[in-house]
C-alpha cells in the first residue's frame, strides 16, 4: 500500500464516505443543488441482498417530493397496509391469529399508509442513477484510509481526507469543505473521532432473519395464482419463539427468527445457527402450519445491539450519520428510514450556509435535532425489541381481523400490540419531530411578536406540516399542497389568504413588505434575478424561498391579477383555492385551513422549513406586522440583518 501511485486533489464541497441509504441521500440532495460532490464506498456494488426493505410511509413522502417514487414503484414493491398477530391458542395447542391491525392507522393523516417494501440494493440504485445524472459516480470500491479537519490551517477547504483503493496501490488526498461519514456501525470516521457509543441494554437478543420462496399453509402466506403471492406482515408469538413475516418483492418472503436471548455479559451474541436450525425453529414456531422452503435467497444470523453515538459532529465539518450514529433492532424498518432523514436534515443546513444564507451555527442544530430523534427511536426500539423476544401472554379473547383502527371492544391487548399500537405515529415517520430551537419557533424563540403562533393553530413548529389538498387556480388540478414545492433547499411560506374580500388590505400590505429592502426576503433576492426565465416556477426572486399562496375561495371565483398582489402573483403555478372538501374537517369550507387551525376568513401564514417540518406560524394582519414578524424569526440563523429599517418606520 504504502508504494502506491498518489494521486493529489483539491476542491469538493463535500466528501461522502459510504453509499449506503444515509450517504446516499446526502449527496443526491447536494449533487441536484449544484455542489461538488466525491463520493467512495469501499464494496465494489451496492447492497446485493438482505438488509432493508421497508419504507415508511413518511419516506415514500420524502421520496415522491425528490421526483423518485416512480422509480421505487417501478419494482414493484409489496405493500404493508395491515399486520396480523398471532399469539398462543387459547386451546393450548399452536397458534391462532388473535387481531390485525393497519401498519399506519387512519389517525395519521399519511398520504401513503402502508409501509412498502423493496429490497435496499433497489433503493439504492434509484439514488445511484439520480447522482449519476448530475454527474456523480461513486468510485469503488475505495477505502478511507485517515483524515484531518484544520480550520486555521485552510479556512475554505479545511479537511484532508487520505483514501486509497481497497487492494492498495492506488491512493489519493482531498481537500474538502465537509466530511461525511455514513460508513455504517462500524464507522471508522467516528472511531478516529473518539466519539464513544453508548449502549443501551444489556439483554441480548439473537435473531436470524432469511429472504426466499416458501410452500406454507400458514394462512397469512397465501399463493393465490401460480405467478403471485399474497401475504400479511406478521407478528407470531408461539409457545417455541418468535417470529416476524414481511412480504417481498417478486414472491418471496421475509422471515425473521428468534434464536436465543441472554443477560450474561460474556455471552457471544454471534453464537451460530445454521441455515438448517433456523428453519427448524421457524417449523416449531409455525405449527401446527407447514412450511418449506423453494429457495433462500438470503440468510443471516444477527445479535440485536442498540446504540447511540455520544456526537455527530466535534466542529461542523466532519459529520456522522446513519447507522455510524445509531443501531437498534431492524425489525421496526427505521434504520434505513432514521438514515434518510438524517441525511436531508444535514443537507439542506449545509446548503444553508455554503449558499450564504445562513450562519454557520445552524449546522449545530443537525446534532441537537437528529440525536434526539435517534434517542426516540431507541426508546421505542428498546421496548419494542423486547416485547418481540418475549412470550406474550395470551390475549383475553380473539378480535375478527380488522384494520378499524378506532374500534373499541371487550379485547384486552397484550403489552406488544399496545406498544405496536402506540407506536404507529413514529414508525410511519410522522411522529418525528423536532424540539425548540432558532428553527423552530417557541415562546424562549428571539422573535417576539404577538402575531406569533395564533390561537387555534394545529400546526406545531418542529413537526411535520400538515397534509391538504386543494386547487390549482392556474390548471384546476387538485393537488396536494405539501407536495407542490420539490425538495429544492428552499424554505417553503404558504400564505393562507383566508377570504379575499376580508384580507385583500393585508395581503396587500405583506406583499409589499416582502419588496422593502430589509425584509428577509428582498435581502436574499437571487443576484441573477433580471434574468431568470419567465418559466421559472419555484425560485424566480430568491433561491432561498418559494411562495405558495392559499385562498379560502372557489377556483372559479378567483382571478389571480385581482385578487393576489404582483410579488406572490409571479408564483401563478402556487396560487390555489381551498375548495376541496375533506373528511378529517367534515364541515370546514376551506379545509385547508381548517386542518392547520387557521381562520378561514383571516388566514395565517406558515413558514415551513426546506426538509417539510414547520419552522413558524403567524397571523396574516393588516400593516407591517407579519412581515415584521417573519423577519424576526429568519433573523434568528439568517446572515443578514433583517427587518430593522421596516421596524423603526
Ligand atoms: C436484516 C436487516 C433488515 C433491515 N430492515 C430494515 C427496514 O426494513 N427498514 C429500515 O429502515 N431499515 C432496516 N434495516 C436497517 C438498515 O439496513 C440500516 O439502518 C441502513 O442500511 C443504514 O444506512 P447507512 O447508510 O447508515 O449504513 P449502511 O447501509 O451500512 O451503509 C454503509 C456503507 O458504507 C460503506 N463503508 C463502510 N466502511 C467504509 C469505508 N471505510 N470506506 C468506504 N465505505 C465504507 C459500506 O460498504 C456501505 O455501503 C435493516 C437492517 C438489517 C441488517
Given at each position: 500500500m504504502a508504494s502506491g501511485k498518489t494521486v493529489k486533489q483539491e476542491g469538493p464541497q463535500s466528501y461522502d464516505i459510504g453509499a449506503g441509504p444515509v450517504g446516499l441521500m446526502l449527496s443526491t440532495c447536494l449533487a441536484r443543488w449544484g455542489y461538488k460532490i466525491k463520493h467512495i464506498d469501499n464494496r465494489p456494488e451496492p447492497t446485493r441482498t438482505g438488509r432493508a426493505d421497508g419504507i415508511q410511509p413518511r419516506s415514500l413522502d420524502l421520496i415522491r417530493n425528490m421526483g423518485l417514487k416512480a422509480d421505487i414503484m417501478a419494482h414493484k414493491p409489496a405493500r404493508v397496509y395491515e399486520v396480523a398477530f398471532w399469539d398462543p391458542s387459547q386451546s393450548g395447542q399452536g397458534i391462532a391469529r388473535t387481531v390485525t391491525w393497519a401498519s399506519c392507522p387512519s389517525f395519521i393523516d399519511a398520504r401513503y399508509p402502508f409501509t412498502t417494501l423493496l429490497h435496499q440494493g433497489h433503493i439504492e440504485r434509484v439514488f445511484i442513477r439520480d447522482l449519476e445524472k448530475h454527474g456523480v459516480e461513486i468510485q469503488r470500491p475505495w477505502t478511507i484510509r485517515g483524515f484531518r479537519s484544520d480550520q486555521k490551517d485552510d479556512p475554505d477547504y479545511p479537511v484532508h481526507v487520505e483514501l486509497g483503493h481497497v487492494d492498495g496501490g492506488i491512493f489519493e488526498t482531498v481537500r474538502a469543505k465537509y466530511l461525511f461519514g455514513g460508513?455504517?456501525?462500524?464507522s471508522l470516521i467516528r472511531q478516529q473521532l473518539n466519539i464513544g457509543i453508548k449502549h443501551r441494554d444489556p439483554i441480548q437478543h439473537v435473531w436470524g432473519v432469511m429472504d426466499g420462496v416458501v410452500k406454507t399453509?400458514?394462512?397469512?402466506?397465501?399463493?393465490?395464482?401460480?405467478?403471485t403471492l399474497y401475504l400479511m406482515k406478521c407478528i407470531v408469538h408461539s409457545e417455541h419463539g418468535s417470529i416476524m413475516v414481511i412480504p417481498r418483492e417478486d414472491n418471496m418472503v421475509r422471515l425473521y427468527i428468534q434464536i436465543a436471548s441472554s443477560t450474561d455479559a460474556n455471552w457471544n451474541p454471534r453464537m451460530t445457527a445454521t441455515e438448517a436450525e433456523v428453519q427448524a425453529s421457524a417449523k416449531k414456531i409455525l405449527h401446527p402450519y407447514s412450511i418449506e422452503w423453494q429457495r433462500v435467497e438470503w440468510y443471516s444470523v444477527y445479535p440485536i445491539g442498540q446504540g447511540i453515538s455520544d456526537r455527530y459532529t466535534l466542529d461542523q465539518r466532519v459529520f456522522l450519520g446513519g447507522d455510524a450514529c445509531h443501531t437498534h433492532s431492524p425489525k421496526a424498518g427505521q434504520g434505513m428510514n432514521t438514515a434518510f432523514l438524517d441525511a436531508l436534515n444535514l443537507a439542506w443546513k449545509i446548503h444553508a450556509v455554503e449558499s450564504g444564507f445562513a450562519d454557520r451555527d445552524l449546522l449545530k442544530t443537525y446534532e441537537s435535532e437528529r440525536k434526539s430523534a435517534a434517542e426516540s427511536l431507541l426508546d421505542f426500539d428498546n421496548r419494542y425489541a423486547k416485547l418481540l423476544s418475549q412470550r406474550q401472554p395470551a390475549p383475553c379473547g380473539v378480535r375478527a381481523a380488522s384494520a378499524d383502527d378506532e374500534e373499541t371492544d371487550e379485547f384486552q391487548d397484550n403489552d406488544f400490540i399496545k406498544t405496536f399500537k402506540e407506536s404507529c405515529e413514529f414508525t410511519s415517520g410522522y411522529g418525528v419531530s423536532y424540539g425548540a430551537n432558532s428553527l423552530n419557533w417557541s415562546p424562549?424563540?428571539?422573535?417576539?411578536?404577538?402575531?406569533?403562533?395564533?390561537?387555534?393553530?394545529?400546526l406545531t413548529p418542529g413537526s411535520i406540516f400538515i397534509n391538504s389538498d386543494v386547487t390549482r387556480v392556474v390548471d384546476a388540478n387538485v393537488v396536494h399542497l405539501e407536495q407542490e414545492v420539490p425538495l429544492n433547499g428552499s424554505f417553503r411560506i404558504f400564505i393562507f389568504a383566508g377570504s379575499p374580500c376580508v384580507t385583500r388590505q393585508a395581503l396587500l400590505d405583506f406583499a409589499n413588505g416582502l419588496s422593502g429592502t430589509r425584509s428577509f426576503y428582498a435581502a436574499y433576492t437571487r443576484p441573477d434575478v433580471g434574468m431568470v426565465s419567465h418559466h421559472e416556477s419555484h425560485n424566480p426572486h430568491s433561491l432561498f424561498f418559494t411562495l405558495c399562496t392559499v385562498l379560502a375561495s372557489k377556483r372559479s371565483r378567483i382571478e389571480i391579477s385581482r385578487d393576489v398582489p404582483g410579488v406572490l402573483a409571479r408564483y401563478r403555478e402556487h396560487i390555489y383555492a381551498d375548495d376541496i372538501w375533506d373528511r378529517r374537517v367534515?364541515?370546514?369550507?376551506?379545509a385547508a385551513h381548517a386542518k392547520m387551525g387557521l381562520?378561514?376568513?383571516?388566514g395565517g401564514v406558515v413558514v415551513v422549513r426546506p426538509d417539510g417540518y414547520v419552522g413558524m406560524v403567524a397571523s396574516l394582519v393588516e400593516g407591517n406586522g407579519t412581515v415584521d414578524a417573519l423577519n424576526d424569526y429568519f433573523s434568528a440563523f439568517c446572515t443578514k440583518k433583517l427587518g430593522q429599517v421596516v421596524s423603526q418606520l
Open positions: 460508513e455504517g456501525a462500524r399453509d400458514f394462512p397469512d402466506i397465501k399463493v393465490r395464482s401460480p405467478a424562549n424563540h428571539p422573535a417576539k411578536s404577538p402575531l406569533m403562533h395564533p390561537k387555534g393553530t394545529k367534515p364541515n370546514a369550507k376551506a381562520d378561514e376568513e383571516n
